[in-house]
């Protein structure tokens, strides 16, 4: 089983879902947080009582992935986690900022797999055998009992898929209400190459060129629904792209990253 964080004995985080829910009536709603927000969080917590940096904090959730972004992104990771700690039913602020160092997590905290954490129901009373348990059934026809099955079958099919749609469109709206993406800010550019390609840069035409000068030396393969985050990375005079799948803020989105420094793409 995959490892789980209890926080102030109450709300439990499974950082390989990014879900926060409480642990009183488990599983009952979760609350979706993205990515981002939940690495951050995962650091916080295995460094409890500890200032993490900004550099620290860059390194580990974003350069390690190919991503370069500016100091917003981290703060609006840290406002959506505090946020959904907060939908999911966390009464106190357990992420603290530490003026001109960082953030530190200030909660108590317990590690484990979700079955160490479970609150155990107590079991109820079995029923009293009445009259009617006991006198026998007749039998019914063959054909009868054929068609109580199939009705139920069909009923038990369509509560099944109806429940399928609540529960999409919940996890829909809990990642909507965990906050933006960390890519919030960047502009869209429009269609280049059969991707949507959005940029840390508002100029349309030094974005465009560049992403085509990527393509020429590095083939970018979009499909349908593919999304392309240029971020144009003054610091290392390169640029880096993610490549994904759908939009970055959905949980299950898959992404692919190209980085290529300026002697490598410039003459």
Known sequence: MNTVFLINDSLLFDPDEHSLRPQEGFPGSKVIIHTPASECLLLLLRHNHQVLTQRFLFEQVWEKHGAVVTTNALYQSIASLRKGLQSAGLAENIIKTVPKMGFKSIATVREGTISDFLIPVESAEP?????????????????????????????????????????????????????????????????????????????????????????????????????????????????????????????????????????????
């Not at 059969?194 to 349309?204: D, I, K, M, V």
């Not at 465009?208 to 000068?213: H, N, R, V, Y």
């Open 127 to 267: 029923a009293p055998l009445t009259d009617e348990i006991l006198t026998p059934k007749r039998h019914e026809p063959a054909a009868q009992k054929t068609r109580i099955i199939e009705v139920f079958h069909s009923r038990w099919a369509y509560f099944i898929a109806g429940l399928a749609f609540i529960l999409s469109c919940s996890v829909l709206y809990m990642q909507r209400i965990g906050g933006d993406s960390f890519y919030s800010d960047y502009h869209y550019i429009g269609q280049v190459k059969g991707c949507s390609l959005y940029s840390s840069w508002s100029g349309e035409e030094k974005s465009i060129s560049t992403f085509l000068l990527l393509d020429k030396r590095q083939p970018v393969i979009c499909k349908t629904g593919t999304v392309a985050y240029l971020t144009l990375n003054h610091s290392q005079q390169g640029v880096s792209v993610l490549l994904c799948n759908s939009k970055i803020e959905y949980s299950n989105t898959q992404c692919q990253s190209y980085i290529l420094r300026k002697d490598r793409y410039e003459n």
